[in-house]
Every structure is written in C-alpha cells, then in structure tokens.
C-alpha cells in the first residue's frame, strides 16, 4: 500500500475529516472511493468515502461512511492515512514538507534547536513539531523563513521570531 497522507484535523460536527496528501496534481480523485487509515501499527482499516471536496492543492475534505460525529472522527486525528491496495499512485516528490521529518532544526545563530517529528498542515498553515527541551513546540515554517535546506545533512536553518522558543 502506499502512503498517501495524514488525517490533520477534524471538520464540522458531523465528523467529517481534512486530509492533507501528497497525492500528484494530475491525479483523478474520483478513483480514491474509499482510504485506508493506520489505526494501529500494520492494521489498516478501509473507510469508503462518502464525500471528498478538494480544498487545496495538497488537501481535501472527506466525509467518510462509517463516521458521522465529531467525536469519532477525533479518535483518527493524525493517523496516516494509505490508499487501497488496488489503487497504484505514484506519489510526487519534492520539497514536501513532511520530508523534512528527522531534520535537525537550526535558527538563525546557528543554534540547534532539535529534531523535526511532526509536521501538522492546516490549509496555510504549516507547523513543526519539534523537540525542545523535553518538550514538544510548535514552530510555523513557510518558505519566507527558510534560511538554508540541507537535505544531506538533514538539516534546515529557519528565521524563528524572537521568544517564540519561550512560550
């Protein structure tokens, strides 16, 4: 099966769910019917999809047929999300963001700031989870503030507002 994205939050009340993907921009959604979610490590459950909105390049909205509230979809946030084993989809490459997972995050002194080990995408809005001193923050990243990409070395320098690292 082939990883296809990340269930990024929760729509609505009646459960319906965002799904940001890295699926290629030719691709024709109307073959995707249903998805399969990691809902456990290796046990992959389907789920047919009701309804599916493209919002963005990278996004879509999905109603799925076996959830109908918000409570249930809460219990799939952030689960990888792999399409059916008889759907072959050749997933684009590129500077994606959640690439750069395992990067090692630097600001602008040079500062190691820790590792990337997530990376939660809402609409615009891209943020890295990164570990900070025991603790997990929330850093934006767009490419306005990248300073230098390293992908060797797996590393990426960003401008980081001042006291951000504080809250």
Known sequence: ???????????????????SHQLPLDFDTDLLDAIMIELNPNSF??????EKKETHDDEMLLTLEEIDNREEAKKILNKNVFAPPTLKI???????????????????NNLE???IADVYINGDQILL?????EDEILIPISDELILANEPKQ?????????GLLEL
Do not use: C
């Open 1 to 19: 099966m082939t990883l296809i994205g990340k269930i990024t939050s929760v729509h609505g009340v009646k459960g319906d769910i965002v799904l």
């Open 45 to 50: 459950i389907p789920f047919f999809i009701k």
């Open 90 to 108: 050749e997933i684009k490459n590129g500077n994606r963001w959640t690439d750069l997972i395992g990067f090692s995050l630097y600001d602008q």
């Open 113 to 115: 700031i820790g590792k």
């Open 129 to 133: 989870a990164v570990n900070y001193k």
């Open 154 to 162: 797996k590393k990426i320098t960003l401008e980081i507002a001042d």
